[in-house]
């Protein structure tokens, strides 16, 4: 009885973790943070993508895609980048994850107050917060759109650039594959020459 409790893992591909960030990206209205809501938004995930997964297994390979993020957001403090530890810059799904986080849980720099409160400022001293919190106030309805935008340009040019790697790992092993094939036939020529020369 114990081991039907035991939940399998899910080995994610980078297409089905690519749609993962798609679809909760264009369906995070559903994660509405009440009481499960989030357990129709990833049956509905689940049902859209044809995976066959628990709600539990898409739920935690979001809040890793996440942790993640936020890991290589704000790293901690004199942390170094040990070999072959991800970072920002090297992490694949880092840009997909900005595009469809940004602006979510952000920290912003605090309001700066004057120490001597003039009638003629009330005492703010403007700051980069307190001007782009009122813009973001007024163009919320218009900002929202266009990380998604952006987060499917990305995936696109993420998309087109992992095949074009592929392209060209393809084109070195053939090249690979010819200088080999081309060495072992000037051995066999220098042999068969060599031969033929100690043989007159």
């Known amino acids: 009885m114990m081991a039907d409790n035991i939940e399998k893992t899910?080995?994610?591909t980078n297409e089905e973790t690519r749609a993962l960030i798609e679809w909760q990206a264009a369906n995070e209205a559903l994660f509405t943070g009440y009481r499960n809501s989030s357990v129709a938004g990833w049956e509905d995930f689940i049902s859209t993508s044809g995976l066959v997964i628990t709600t539990k297994q898409a739920k935690k390979k979001w809040n890793n895609l996440?942790?993640?993020?936020?890991?290589l957001r704000d790293p901690p403090a004199g942390r170094g980048v040990e070999a072959g530890t991800a970072t920002a810059g090297t992490w694949q799904?880092?840009?997909a994850m900005?595009?469809?986080?940004q602006g979510q849980h952000s920290i912003s720099p605090p309001l700066v107050v004057a120490a001597n409160m003039s009638a003629s400022t009330g005492g703010v001293v403007s700051s980069p917060a307190s001007t782009s919190s009122a813009e973001e106030v007024s163009g919320s309805s218009t900002s929202r759109k266009r990380p998604?935008?952006?987060?499917l340009e990305l995936l696109k040019e993420q998309g087109e650039r992992e095949e074009?790697?592929?392209?060209?790992a393809v084109a070195r092993e053939e090249e690979r594959e010819f200088l080999i094939a081309t060495v072992y036939f000037l051995i066999f020529?220098?042999?068969?020459?060599r031969w033929q020369i100690l043989r007159t």
């Open 10 to 12: 899910h080995n994610w």
């Open 189 to 193: 020529y220098i042999s068969h020459v």
């Open 93 to 95: 799904w880092y840009g």
């Open 98 to 101: 900005d595009a469809v986080l």
């Open 66 to 71: 996440k942790g993640k993020y936020k890991e």
């Open 164 to 168: 074009q790697r592929e392209r060209e």
């Open 148 to 151: 998604r935008d952006n987060l």
